[in-house]
């Protein structure tokens, strides 16, 4: 049925407070006066119902059909409670033009208590409209240069800096420090490790022995990312021996904000409406699950990247689609997201299968997918962006550069099965894709916009479909999981989803509830 078709009936459903399955839809649809019969099986629905559900319409219908036979609305005014979500109830409606927000009615006797007046939502680090990246040499030179001084003067009172140049001209012996990019990392024929850094001077060699403590934070580093080290100058002043490393770091002493009332966020991410493998039927429970009692504190959502499938992502990817125009899988994602209770704020950003550029910082959506992605009027923004709900700083990041830190780390400091081990190197770093010219696609602008030049209270990120959350110097980070099941491509690369999971964290505590509907 297409989506217009069904959008009229869908949308009166909704005004007046209720869901409905696919195939009640089709039905009233199809009868031969639409209004007439919805309006019969609004007059017959049993008063718990949330659900308009098919045996619903064919009682009312039947009744319509017969002036002497009653039963049809017998049916339905047996119907109970509703039933748990099979995954065919259609997708709620556009949102009308009503003042209140498109939601419906919640789970029988159960009132959502929210406090419209005591929220608070902030978006930093929005680069959405701010791209100035033409491809330019100079464009590269200029992200760079802001990288390293504004992660540099994290450290640089750590250690007595010198530039590289300077450092090349003082004699042999002297104790010496240096902050900068790395740019070479590679091992000696005697087992010990030379890490180049680079500063805006140029560049010196400084030899990690095997034999000193900092030796096994050789396999953490990645190339371009800033750090300072210390050490001692060969005789011929041609390299440095390490003595000290420094990363830009969070603070062990980082004391993370918390909300002053009882209030929850539910953090998920890849949704991937438009797969074959979207579990309909876990997002039902998930949205069915928000009209709760036991979900009456949860009054965000945010969603980290990949709200849809996408096209031409990886290879035979249209053999997997349910869904193959790219605009009608945000159209439907819509409508999955408007079984969200409404009076949630909801705030979403891109991922690397949705449709903006693939390279970081990847800006918000175009105004012609904002105009679909119209349900609850979320904010979308860049990803990155800093979201702050009630005084808590929530850092949101897709994570591309995850599968980057994970492939570049020995397997015990990061790997797939705990996700947030692999976040904690990227705080550790302060940035969220250090790495430029690998995997991870870096966009060149006048600033970095991947710093994480405050300390955030909660790092969120998704896209390896995997759960894991921990704390880092009491930073809470969260990969939340997916919404689809495992692909054929997901198969031949041995990755098993974690699917429909939705971790809630408490705002007042910073405490993490993963509730499964898969």
């Known amino acids: 049925m297409p989506l217009e078709a069904s959008a009229r009936i869908v949308s009166e459903l909704t005004s007046r407070g209720y869901n409905a399955e696919r195939e009640a839809v089709?039905?009233?649809?199809?009868?031969?006066?639409?209004?007439?019969?919805?309006?019969?099986?609004?007059?017959?629905?049993?008063?718990?119902?949330?659900?308009?559900?098919?045996?619903?319409v064919q009682a009312a219908l039947a009744a319509a059909g017969s002036a002497t036979h009653s039963s049809g609305q017998n049916a339905a005014s047996e119907a109970t409670d509703p039933p748990v979500s099979t995954g065919n109830?259609?997708?709620?409606?556009?949102?009308?033009?009503?003042?209140?927000?498109?939601?419906?009615?919640?789970?029988?006797?159960?009132?959502?208590?929210?406090?419209?007046?005591?929220?608070?939502?902030?978006?930093?680090?929005?680069?959405?409209?701010?791209?100035?990246?033409?491809?330019?040499?100079?464009?590269?030179?200029?992200?760079?240069?802001?990288?390293?001084?504004?992660?540099?003067?994290?450290?640089?009172?750590?250690?007595?800096?010198?530039?590289?140049?300077?450092?090349?001209?003082?004699?042999?012996?002297?104790?010496?420090?240096?902050?900068g990019l790395v740019n070479d990392i590679r091992s000696t024929a005697s087992g010990h490790w030379l890490v180049e850094l680079e500063d805006a001077t140029g560049t010196f060699p400084w030899l990690v022995m095997k034999d000193r403590e900092y030796a096994d934070l050789v396999g953490e580093l990645l190339c371009d990312e800033v750090l300072a080290m210390e050490g001692t100058l060969a005789d011929d002043s041609g390299i440095a021996f390490v003595d000290s490393m420094y990363f830009p770091d969070i603070p062990r002493t980082h004391d993370p904000s918390t909300a002053d009332r009882h209030v929850q966020a539910a953090l998920i991410s890849d949704v991937h409406v438009g797969s074959q493998e979207f579990m309909h039927d876990a997002w039902n429970r998930f949205t069915d699950w928000l009209h709760t009692k036991q979900a009456q504190h949860v009054e965000y959502l945010l969603i980290a990247g990949d709200m849809v499938e996408g096209v031409g992502i990886y290879p035979d990817q249209d053999e997997e689609l349910d869904i193959v125009d790219i605009y009608d899988q945000y159209e439907v994602f819509n409508e999955y997201l408007k079984q969200v209770p409404g009076d949630m704020d909801i705030v979403m950003i891109p991922g690397n299968h949705d449709a903006v550029r693939l390279a970081e910082p990847q800006p918000g959506f175009n105004e012609d997918l904002r105009a679909i992605m119209s349900a609850h009027d979320p904010q979308i923004v860049s990803n990155p962006s800093t979201v702050t709900l009630e005084g808590v700083s929530i850092l949101m990041y897709h994570g591309v550069s995850l599968d980057e830190v994970i492939a570049e780390l020995p397997e015990e400091k990061a790997s797939y099965e705990e996700p947030h081990k692999a976040m904690y190197h990227l705080l550790k770093k302060r940035h969220v894709a250090p790495q430029?010219?690998?995997?991870?696609?870096?966009?060149?602008?006048?600033?970095?916009?991947?710093?994480?030049?405050?300390?955030?209270?909660?790092?969120?990120?998704?896209?390896?479909?995997?759960?894991?959350?921990?704390?880092?110097?009491?930073?809470?980070?969260?990969?939340?999981?997916?919404?689809q099941s495992q692909t054929d491509f997901q198969k031949s690369v041995n990755i098993d989803p974690d699917a429909g999971y939705a971790p809630i964290v408490d705002l007042d505590t910073l405490d993490v509830t993963v509730q499964k509907f898969s």
Not at 157 to 171: E, K, L, S
Request: charged residues 25%; proline residues 6%.
């Open 89 to 179: 109830r259609a997708q709620n409606p556009p949102a009308t033009d009503t003042a209140a927000p498109v939601e419906t009615k919640g789970s029988p006797g159960v009132e959502r208590s929210v406090d419209l007046e005591r929220r608070s939502l902030e978006i930093a680090g929005d680069m959405t409209g701010d791209s100035t990246g033409t491809g330019e040499y100079s464009d590269f030179v200029s992200v760079f240069r802001d990288r390293l001084e504004r992660l540099g003067s994290k450290l640089r009172g750590r250690v007595n800096h010198r530039p590289a140049t300077a450092i090349q001209n003082m004699p042999g012996g002297g104790e010496v420090g240096m902050v």
């Open 436 to 483: 430029f010219g690998g995997h991870t696609r870096l966009a060149p602008e006048e600033q970095d916009y991947l710093i994480m030049e405050d300390v955030p209270d909660i790092f969120h990120t998704g896209h390896v479909h995997k759960l894991g959350f921990g704390k880092y110097h009491n930073v809470l980070a969260i990969n939340s999981g997916c919404w």
């Open 26 to 56: 089709t039905q009233l649809t199809s009868a031969d006066d639409p209004q007439a019969a919805l309006e019969r099986v609004i007059d017959t629905l049993p008063e718990d119902a949330l659900v308009v559900r098919t045996d619903h």
